[in-house]
Antibody, heavy 116, light 109 residues
Framework: DVQLVESGGGLVQPGGSLRLSCAVSGFTVTNYYMSWVRQAPGTGLEWVSIIYSGGTTYSADSVKGRFTISRDTSENIVYLQMNSLRAEDTAIYYC??????????WGLGTLVTVSS | DIQMTQSPSTLSASVGDRVTITCRSSQIIANWLAWYQQKPGKAPKLLIYEASTLKSGVPSRFSGSGSGTEFTLTISSLQPDDFATYYCQKYDSSSPSYTFGQGTKVEIK
């Protein structure tokens, strides 16, 4: 069975850093595109970052230069390093798998709260 | 950037109703359009990809259509389990980027 399990969320002060992890099972992260999608409280979905099967990464303009997506192929884990966090980064962060141009499997999400 | 406009934002309907949700793109996006269902406190679930392909296991009352700049999600006969929020999502190869529509909340009438 395909499973994605996020961890690492929590409360952080503005300007701080946090690293999210997404441990996957049932497939290999190098065989798919892997992405992070977030959802601020009471709002819609926002794509954050993606890492392609070949290792190329892209991020949304709202997080470019602050967030970095990476992966550990030996452990089958995808990471999201978040620096210079702002109040507007407060959201549930979902890890998701893409076989192509759409997200076919999602984790349960981890909550990140940026507040002093 | 290619803009996506999803409508309506809220829809009130009864069990058994036929429901249609629309997403319009500011530019042609081929068929790189997907639809998701999200219930409160849960992760989104993929329903349809590449505009009209039903994901395995999704009930056949869900269907997707459209091409170019206008796409629709249709629920042929609304069931109690279908009351949720629905999102469209497009892929833009020029950036690349993945953009979601604003969402449509389907409520009980």
């Amino acid at each position: 069975d395909v499973q994605l399990v996020e961890s690492g969320g929590g409360l952080v002060q503005p300007g701080g850093s946090l690293r999210l992890s997404c441990a996957v099972s049932g497939f290999t992260v190098t065989n798919y595109y892997m992405s992070w999608v977030r959802q601020a409280p009471g709002t819609g979905l926002e794509w954050v970052s993606i890492i392609y099967s070949g290792g190329t990464t892209y991020s949304a303009d709202s997080v470019k230069g602050r967030f970095t997506i990476s992966r550990d192929t030996s452990e089958n884990i995808v990471y999201l390093q978040m620096n210079s966090l702002r109040a507007e980064d407060t959201a549930i962060y979902y890890c998701a798998r893409l076989p192509g141009t759409y997200f076919d499997s999602w984790g349960l999400g981890t909550l990140v709260t940026v507040s002093s | 950037d290619i803009q996506m406009t999803q409508s309506p934002s809220t829809l009130s309907a009864s069990v058994g109703d036929r429901v249609t949700i629309t997403c319009r793109s500011s530019q042609i996006i081929a068929n790189w359009l997907a639809w998701y269902q999200q219930k409160p406190g849960k992760a989104p679930k993929l329903l349809i990809y590449e505009a009209s392909t039903l994901k395995s296991g999704v009930p056949s009352r869900f269907s997707g259509s459209g091409s170019g700049t206008e796409f629709t999600l249709t629920i042929s006969s609304l069931q109690p389990d279908d009351f949720a929020t629905y999102y469209c999502q497009k892929y833009d190869s020029s950036s690349p980027s993945y953009t979601f529509g604003q969402g449509t909340k389907v409520e009980i009438k």
